[in-house]
């Protein structure tokens, strides 16, 4: 009998066979520690900006420089890695697919092709066994749901040793020879993404104090910021927040998260229609990342996007 994790994909030759689920080796301690450092070296950051920034070192410099790399990694993240390559929500030309895979790799969130896998697992399995990230693996009850929050929140990346295969949840990714290059140079990005802004920081201000600052907020603080706000989707939005939509999963919306997430945490949509290019639908849910896919469309940029569709959306609606 094929058990769940060993499903039939094609191969390369377009011959059937089972892909498992995982890779065959476990999560090592040395890439487990890696991971460790990237989650609470950012975390750390942004834990000292509080004083930091009552008492001295933010500028309007490192508010610039900050915000412009917020916003490009993390639409590199929305609408590139998460709603193009993971959910195929439009089609984008060869020069704004590469774009969008670069960008999103800036957020320092995993490379794309691994990023993609993961997430593609989670929504085969949503908050069900398989899931990586499902704040109600522990239980119902209090203790087990927050011990669940930080769990789908930002620990599953450390102490998961099992690694989601991409040959099974990513093949079309890994046939794609600019998405594979990207993903092998994703150390050199997150070089650049760290070292960019004090670079910029330090010219504008001909001054060490000047890319030391920068540093720390538009790499650092910057990166964290981004990084809790991506796993928020992960662990609030399936926790807390409304349902407007009919799903199998606790995904919820929370209308506080939208607008630094882009869009993202009108979640319940996104899982009664994955597939869908806004995921804000009803009126007053701002989706910053929709209006930037609808202006690629416009450019020329983006093609059959997939926006929602009226039918659709009453079928899936939750009754009152």
Not at 126 to 135: F, K, N, T, V
Request: hydrophobic residues 45%; contains cysteine; proline residues 5%.
């Amino acid at each position: 009998m094929t058990t769940a994790a060993e499903l039939p994909t094609e191969n390369a030759e377009g011959k059937r066979e089972a892909i498992p689920e995982y890779e065959p080796e476990l999560r090592g301690r040395a890439e487990r520690f890696t991971v460790f450092a990237f989650v609470f070296v950012p975390l750390i950051a942004l834990l000292a900006s509080v004083p930091f920034f009552w008492g001295w070192g933010l500028s309007l410099t490192d508010i610039a420089i900050a915000s412009v790399f917020y916003l490009i990694s993390g639409l590199g993240i929305t609408v590139g890695f998460h709603r193009h390559f993971t959910h195929g929500s439009f089609k984008a030309n060869r020069p704004l697919r590469i774009a969008l895979a670069v960008a999103g790799s800036l957020a320092i969130e995993g490379s794309v092709i691994k990023w993609v896998a993961d997430h593609r697992r989670h929504h085969k399995y949503a908050d069900a066994e398989g899931d990586p990230h499902s704040p109600w693996r522990f239980g119902d009850d209090w203790k087990s749901v927050a011990k669940g929050l930080y769990y789908a929140h930002m620990a599953w990346m450390y102490l998961d040793d099992k690694k989601t295969s991409p040959r099974r949840f990513a093949p079309d990714l890994l046939k794609d020879k600019d998405i594979v290059l990207v993903d092998k140079l994703f150390l050199p990005i997150v070089l650049f993404s760290l070292g960019a802004p004090a670079l910029i920081g330090g010219l504008v201000t001909m001054s060490w104090w000047g890319a030391f600052t920068a540093f720390f907020w538009a790499s650092l603080v910057r990166v964290a910021l981004l990084h809790h706000v991506t796993w928020s989707i992960n662990s609030i939005c399936h926790t807390i927040g409304e349902e407007n939509f009919e799903v199998r999963d606790r995904s919820r919306n929370v209308w506080w998260l939208a607008i630094p997430s882009f869009g993202e945490s009108w979640h319940n949509l996104h899982h009664a229609d994955p597939t869908c290019a806004r995921h804000g639908v009803l009126k007053g849910q701002i989706d910053i990342s929709a209006r930037v896919i609808w202006a690629f469309e416009k450019l020329g940029w983006a093609t059959k996007v997939r926006w929602p569709n009226n039918d659709r959306l009453a079928a899936k609606r939750v009754k009152v």
